[in-house]
């Protein structure tokens, strides 16, 4: 009995430290995410409607994926989807394909909805390393807290950013 508390206490515990790293990474992810951004659109933490709003729109707009490269979400697929029996926390791995002539990485999020259709947590995974044109690479990502039997995963959004060099 005490061996097998023992070691469902193990099991949480890197669970919890796994949760964690991953938590740190994509904080660290998201934080360079908008330090590019800021770098290439300015300060953005300023009033809701700045005077020049428009020409930040025209910005933004210009970031579509060109005529003939795919948008990013056909880049990635869910190929796993799991509640995890101890903690009832949901994870997805996702398969990502590169589809466009240029390396990238990428950052997918992921909703995690209950029979109904409600977002109960989300999660988001990043590519560790760049991925090469038509080269695939496998992203995890996890929901934090308790979810009921029978969420499922949904991709909300991928994010494809072009890597020079």
Aim: a negative charge; aromatic letters at 4%.
């Amino acid at each position: 009995m005490t061996l097998s508390v023992v070691g469902g206490l193990v099991v949480t515990g890197a669970t919890v430290a796994l949760v964690h790293a991953l938590v740190q990474k994509t904080s660290e992810t998201i934080a360079r995410a908008e330090d590019r951004a800021a770098s290439r659109y300015g300060d953005t933490t300023g009033p809701e409607d700045p005077e020049g709003w428009e020409e930040f729109e025209e910005l933004e707009d210009s970031e579509e994926p060109e005529a003939d490269e795919p948008a990013a979400e056909t880049d990635a697929t869910i190929t796993t989807c799991t509640r995890d029996s101890l903690v009832n926390w949901m994870s997805a791995d996702v398969k990502i394909v590169n589809g466009t002539d240029s390396t990238a990485s990428y950052l997918v999020f992921v909703s995690f909805v209950d029979r109904d259709g409600e977002v109960v947590t989300e999660g988001l995974g990043a590519t560790e390393d760049a991925v090469a044109p038509g080269a695939t690479a496998t992203v995890t990502a996890g929901g934090i807290g308790e979810v009921p039997a029978g969420t499922k995963c949904r991709i909300d959004r991928v994010v494809r950013e072009a890597v020079s060099g």
